[in-house]
């Protein structure tokens, strides 16, 4: 599996796209529609129309990358269709790119300890 950037946010983009959009035209919809950076090492995931494809766009420092999945026998499981984006944990965002059911999944913040003891 491709590993979304470590630190910084995963993002769906609820809206569907055009899945004949390359990189470039990706990276424009990230900058102009969602108000983000593209290049800032933002994982963000495209779904189709059909809901059995998905894109995933970040940069990984040297340059775009772009992930393309198609499921063979069923469809992912996407938020409903909105403006917008919405944001995965990295459990979350593995278990969309398996083809499992995410949505009712919740991952529990945890505070650091406030001394090593």
């Not at 599996?1 to 796209?17: D, Y």
């Not at 995933?56 to 409903?80: N, R």
């Not at 499992?100 to 003891?117: C, D, F, Q």
């Amino acid at each position: 599996m491709i590993v979304a950037g470590q630190r910084l946010p995963i993002l769906i983009a609820t809206r569907p796209v055009d899945f004949r959009c390359g990189h470039n035209a990706l990276a424009l919809m990230v900058q102009t529609e969602l108000g983000l950076d593209p290049y800032s090492g933002v994982t963000v995931v495209f779904r189709s129309k059909r809901g059995d494809r998905l894109k995933i766009l970040v940069w990984d420092g040297t340059g775009l990358v772009l992930t393309y999945k198609v499921l063979e026998a069923s469809k992912f499981c996407w938020p409903k269709v909105r403006d917008g984006v919405m944001r995965l944990s990295r459990a979350q965002y593995e278990a969309l790119f398996e083809g499992a059911a995410w949505l009712g999944m919740n991952t529990p913040k945890v505070l650091p300890p406030s001394a090593a003891g």
